[in-house]
T-cell receptor, first 116, second 115 residues
């Protein structure tokens, strides 16, 4: 198992364009999380899935953001009509059930988005 | 409204000495506290956690202390090694407004261990 994989590692896009990121969690983990980290801050929760069901979304997740996990395996995070304020590191993490909140999620290396 | 605060953005210590990283929280509903370490260009890596019913948890060179009355926790690293140089995030979890749990992170402390 190679851990949590995220693709791409870096993305530069023009304002107004749509972008999509992919996350492949650890195979036996049924929970998948998306976090966003801006410079000088800690990661902020965006949304999480248990299997294919999206169970919670942060108010940070505006209607321009959508996340899916169609078969309970990989997940995608799409940002439509990107804005400069969307520039951040987007982190994916996975865990087995609720153990992550007690014993730590496994994070991927993140996708760094730069909106110009 | 920062529920988890790390007031020291940076800390430098000499190799072999003790590193003490501090964290304060405001939400009394948090019931687990975690520390993550992050190297540049990598995602955060889980280090150690503590339940709110305990006041100390130890794992090798890493010890986390929890003072519930003060809503304060600290991470002690003894002895500090140059490879410990990284950003350390404090995080907390508890029942959120929904049915799920999530981690609330502090803003991090950059630890530099000088050889």
């Amino acid at each position: 198992d190679t851990g949590v994989s995220q693709d791409p590692r870096h993305k530069i896009t023009k304002r107004g364009q749509n972008v999509t990121f992919r996350c492949d969690p650890i195979s036996e983990h049924n929970r998948l999380y998306w976090y966003r980290q801006t410079l000088g801050q800690g990661p902020e929760f965006l949304t999480y899935f248990q299997n294919e069901a999206q169970l919670e979304k942060s108010r940070l997740l505006s209607d321009r953001f959508s996340a899916e996990r169609p078969k309970g395996s990989f997940s995608t995070l799409e940002i439509q009509r990107t804005e400069q304020g969307d520039s951040a590191m987007y982190l994916c993490a996975s865990s087995f059930r609720a153990s992550g909140e007690r014993f730590g999620y496994t994070f991927g290396s993140g996708t760094r988005l730069t909106v110009v | 409204d920062q529920q988890v605060k790390q007031n020291s953005p940076s800390l430098s210590v000499q190799e072999g000495r003790i590193s003490i990283l501090n964290c304060d929280y405001t939400n009394s509903m948090f019931d687990y506290f975690l520390w993550y370490k992050k190297y540049p260009a990598e995602g955060p890596t889980f280090l150690i956690s503590i339940s709110s019913i305990k006041d100390k948890n130890e794992d090798g060179r890493f010890t986390v202390f929890l003072n519930k009355s003060a809503k304060h926790l600290s991470l002690h690293i003894v002895p500090s090694q140059p490879g410990d140089s990284a950003v350390y995030f404090c995080a907390a979890s508890g029942v959120s407004s929904g049915s799920a749990r999530q981690l609330t992170f502090g803003s991090g402390t950059q630890l530099t261990v000088l050889p």
